[in-house]
């Protein structure tokens, strides 16, 4: 981010007090911040609290070897009994826990928290008839629909852990996750719907599938839900439908409780290399931090809210904010499986009214293209029934906020601006609705129980009015607790650079202003956000110089009105490639897509002669964001050739 922008930002002096009816009822009130500073540990033995646990734990926190934490050490808890079962036994059975929305008008269901109950058991004791164990890794690739969250939960019960891999991604993504998790099964669909087409993903499936039996990992099963009816391939050895299966199988199953540190699941995600990681979440710090955080910061009554977040299953935001936070706490949520404007451009907001939702959370990026599109259309429909927005994934810039609290919250519902990832696993930085006024694009102060910093290079806090690196300075429930298979690469990415004081570096540039409430101002490492999805600027270069015609290739997130940032490529090809042909950029965008899959799809591609280096070799990527958001071109004084970026400005002026 420029310093411009900066300064621009932190001009923005629009402040919002919590509206009196929230703040008088406030689950969380003021004095909390104090209280969890006060005594830490009890302050989230206290959260673990909202939880059945078979066995108390007798140690909140074992930190003895950081950066491997252990939270709860000794408890024991079943997560899918947590999210399900004791809803049921509370007398809540008859809760609708799902208003599934299908994207075809009139496809909708809804799933009671005794249906849910019945149907994760039913899965379970489909798993384990399949021969998946406690400990076996279990892949889901599944569109939105009431299977998928019943398949993790499925998962959840019988102590496998599952590995939700977005339906979006294409099968090489999908494959290389299969195989370094080695997963012994995976959970599909033949197909979901999308912008009102069937579109397919057993395919996918079955190539991944192949490509991983190719690298020596096999397979075993694979459990196809049937949604659309497309017409599947089918290995009578490996495939098998769930109707047929979790459908005839019994409901009665018997959860048994796992230790506390029990892995729940792996989530990839991109990183600075090519190679995702798998962020290891584990089973009682993780539903702790996700339950905790959807009540306090979306001030949660779940006897009476209607909670929608419209994320995907696929991401971290569908697994704490989807599954794990608001079924731990019983809410009645909704879960819709298409996409935004299908078939009309009301189609959310009329979800709102019908449903009566009164808390949303969404992404910037989804906000600002209905900001676009204009205020009447939000304006036909009734959504008196929202008292709290949300928004994650990205900074939000102040525009969108006001316009999202005015348009659709009637400057009534309160925005949460929240910071969190992957690897946090619950929200970390936000306000609190009832506690905490608003200012548009801040996303404000830690939640009690979190403590977060802003530091320079070797690890001070910046005074207010200045900006550095966000680090989280003490453990916290749902951290993640290692890389899968790499403990390495866990300890050199998040604990490396602060590893005097121990701090977990997050990654992401943040300021303080003058009240010290926080900015959060995006990476400063190689990973992008695009519609507030994380891509990695190394992956989609590999993607890129895998293809036979491309000698190198450089990448860089440049700024985008819509989706925040966009992917820019720079290419050199390979000399008997010559100039690539007509077709080579469409050609390299398809290839990208192939790869990695549709988000990663570059905006932008220039086949260019060189690629700007400093004398050891480094690529600087600085000087193509310069040409690729059409700035002049900054200091080129550490370039290897300084006449490089004259080459690549012309090449671009010239429409290459
Ligand atoms: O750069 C930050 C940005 O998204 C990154 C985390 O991405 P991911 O692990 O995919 O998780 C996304 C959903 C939690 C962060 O390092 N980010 C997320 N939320 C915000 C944000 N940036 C600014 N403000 C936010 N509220």
Redesign the pocket.
């Known amino acids: 981010m420029s310093d411009q922008t900066l300064s621009n930002l932190l001009k923005e002096d629009r402040r919002f007090e919590p509206p009196a009816d929230l703040a008088a009822d406030a689950n969380l009130k003021e004095e909390a911040y104090e209280r969890a500073r006060g005594d830490r540990e009890a302050f989230w033995a206290e959260q673990a609290e909202r939880l059945s646990w078979e066995q108390p734990w007798d140690r909140v926190l074992d930190w003895d070897d950081p950066p491997f934490a252990k939270w709860f050490v000794g408890g024991r808890l079943n997560a899918a009994y947590n999210c399900v079962d004791r809803h049921v036994e509370a007398g809540r059975g008859d809760q609708v826990a799902i208003h599934w929305v299908g994207e075809p008008v009139d496809d909708a269901r809804d799933l009671t928290y005794q249906q849910l109950q019945d149907e994760v058991s039913q899965a379970a004791n489909t798993l384990t008839e399949l021969g998946v164990q406690t400990g076996d890794r279990v892949a889901i690739y599944m569109p939105m629909i009431p299977e998928a969250v019943v398949a993790m939960l499925a998962c959840a019960r019988i102590g496998a852990p599952h590995t939700v891999v977005f339906g979006g991604f294409s099968s090489d993504a999908l494959a290389s996750r299969l195989v370094d998790c080695e997963a012994k099964a995976v959970i599909t669909a033949d197909g979901g719907y999308r912008r009102g087409a069937p579109s397919a993903l057993k395919p996918a499936v079955d190539e991944a599938r192949a490509k991983a039996s190719s690298q020596g990992h096999d397979v075993a099963k694979v459990l196809v839900v049937q949604r659309t009816g497309q017409d599947v391939e089918w290995d009578a050895d490996v495939d098998v439908w769930w109707h047929e299966s979790v459908g005839q199988a019994s409901t009665e199953h018997t959860p048994e409780a796992f230790d506390s540190e029990h892995p729940l699941f792996v989530m990839y995600?991109s990183g600075t290399t090519g190679k995702p990681k798998g962020i290891l979440h584990t089973t009682g710090g993780y539903l702790t931090g996700s339950a905790y955080t959807h009540w306090a910061v979306f001030d949660l009554k779940p006897e009476t809210d209607v909670y929608w977040c419209t994320a995907d299953i696929g991401?971290?935001?569908g697994h704490s904010y989807i599954v794990y936070g608001p079924l731990a706490n019983g809410v009645t949520q909704v879960l819709y499986e298409g996409t935004p404007d299908s078939p009309e451009r009301g189609r959310w907001w009329k979800i709102i009214q019908d449903l009566k939702v009164s808390i949303f959370y969404t992404a910037p990026t989804a906000i600002r293209s209905f900001m676009k599109q204009g205020q009447e259309i939000p304006d036909q429909f009734d959504m008196s029934s929202l008292r709290v927005l949300g928004?994650?994934?990205?900074?939000i810039n102040p525009e969108a906020y006001v316009w999202y609290r005015h348009v659709i919250g009637k400057d009534k519902a309160p925005v949460v601006?929240?910071?969190?990832?992957?690897e946090t696993g619950s929200i970390m930085i936000s306000p609190l609705p009832g506690v905490t006024h608003g200012k548009p694009g801040s996303?404000m102060i830690p939640i009690p129980g979190v403590e977060a910093e802003v530091v320079t290079e070797e690890g001070e806090a910046v005074p207010n009015g200045s900006g550095g690196y966000l680090v989280l300075t003490e453990p916290w429930p749902s951290m993640l607790r290692t890389i899968w298979g790499d403990d390495n690469r866990f300890k050199e990415t998040y604990w490396s650079r602060y590893a005097k004081q121990g701090f977990y570096f997050?990654?992401?540039g943040a300021k303080k202003d003058d009240d010290g409430d926080l900015w959060?101002l995006?990476?400063v490492d190689d990973v992008m956000?695009v519609s507030?999805h994380?891509l990695s600027t190394t992956e989609i270069e590999s993607a890129l110089v895998s293809h036979p015609k491309v000698a190198e290739a450089a990448v860089v997130g440049a700024k985008d009105e819509d989706t925040g940032q966009a992917v820019c490529a720079f290419v050199i090809l390979r000399d008997e490639a010559g100039d690539g042909g007509e077709d080579i950029v469409a050609e390299l965008r398809t290839h990208v897509r192939k790869e990695i899959g549709p988000i990663a799809t570059p905006r932008q591609i220039m086949v260019v002669p060189e690629l700007p280096k400093t004398r050891s070799g480094k690529i600087m990527r600085r000087l193509l964001r310069d040409v690729a958001e059409n700035r002049e071109v900054g200091d080129v004084t550490t370039l290897a050739d300084s006449s490089v970026m004259d080459l690549i400005s012309s090449k671009q002026s010239g429409g290459g």
């Open positions: 995600t991401w971290i935001t928004s994650v994934g990205e900074p601006d929240t910071w969190w990832q992957t996303a997050a990654g992401d959060v995006g990476r956000n507030g994380r």
